[in-house]
């Protein structure tokens, strides 16, 4: 219902869950909130400025997902092991993103980064880890293509394209 403003830690994990509509009123997405559940698609709604470690880990029906712009720090795990997932939209209000936040999506063809100036990685691990980069485009901003090629984690993937 809409008088519901947070999605706590666990609330939906390993159910037979397969589709949500996350209100406008939620602002919270706690951890593991819907991790191992049969989610394939879910609009994340402008409200939320949260989402929590491990969130739709292990969601492997999900085959793509839009963080709104109200989002500014993707926690860790938060997409890790989402194996169906083809693509993704990070939004320039991201300033961080934790350790294995897409590791395992090994599906993944499209990453649209849309920051002008890329997320430092430097002291993160494995923000990317077992996805197939040789055949992931990373959509970045026209003007930004050079310093994602000079990026750490940023730099691994061949095909950086301005968009």
């Known amino acids: 219902p809409s008088s519901v403003d947070s999605i706590e830690g666990n609330a939906f994990f390993g159910t037979g869950l397969t589709s949500i509509t996350i209100p406008s009123s939620v602002t919270y997405i706690g951890e593991g909130a819907f991790s191992g559940t049969g989610l394939t698609s879910v609009t994340i709604p402008s409200s939320v400025t949260y989402i929590g470690r491990g969130a739709f880990e292990g969601c492997s029906s999900l085959t793509s997902v839009t963080i709104p712009s109200s989002v500014t720090s993707i926690e860790g795990n938060a997409f890790s092991g989402c194996t169906g997932l083809a693509s993704i939209t990070i939004p320039s209000s991201v300033t961080y993103i934790e350790e294995g936040a897409f590791s395992g999506c090994r599906e993944l063809t499209s990453i649209y980064a849309n920051s002008t100036t890329p997320i430092d990685l430097s002291g993160v691990n494995n923000v990317f880890e077992d996805v197939d980069v040789s055949t ?8 930004s293509v050079n310093l994602y090629k000079a990026a750490p984690q940023w730099s691994s993937f061949p095909k950086i394209v301005g968009m």
């Open 136 to 143: 992931c485009t990373l959509y970045v901003p026209s003007n």
